[in-house]
């Protein structure tokens, strides 16, 4: 089951821009794109440094700690499967966005 979770109007990030989002317990990256929106777990799966506050080069984001390269759709490190940041479905209605968070399994 998953859930939708509306984000502020205030907290969309303009294009080009991001925006850090506490929903549902997690700390989320969002990232506008030119109007297409990604959304990914905050921390790096290598150490938990945050990737919000990366370096955004179209649609990767590099960790500050370690350079590591993140595509924003897929979520996987850049030429590699074996690592891999949570993604979340961005979802709009109208004028509203919300960011998709699927329960975990029991």
């Known amino acids: 089951m998953s859930q939708r979770h509306p ?6 990030p303009a294009a080009g821009q991001r925006a850090l989002l506490a929903i549902g317990g997690q700390s989320i990256a969002l990232f506008n794109l030119d109007g297409h ?11 938990g ?6 370096q955004l080069q179209g649609r990767v984001i590099q960790c500050r ?8 759709a897929s979520g996987y490190l850049l030429n590699s499967t074996a690592l891999k ?21 029991p």
């Open 7 to 12: 984000v502020p109007a205030a907290q969309v």
């Open 37 to 47: 929106f990604h959304a990914i777990a905050d921390s790096c799966p290598h150490q």
């Open 49 to 54: 440094s945050s990737l919000c506050a990366g």
């Open 65 to 72: 700690a370690h350079g590591l390269r993140f595509d924003l």
């Open 85 to 105: 940041v949570t993604t979340y479905p961005v979802e709009h209605d109208g004028e509203q966005l919300f960011i998709v968070i699927e329960d975990p399994a």
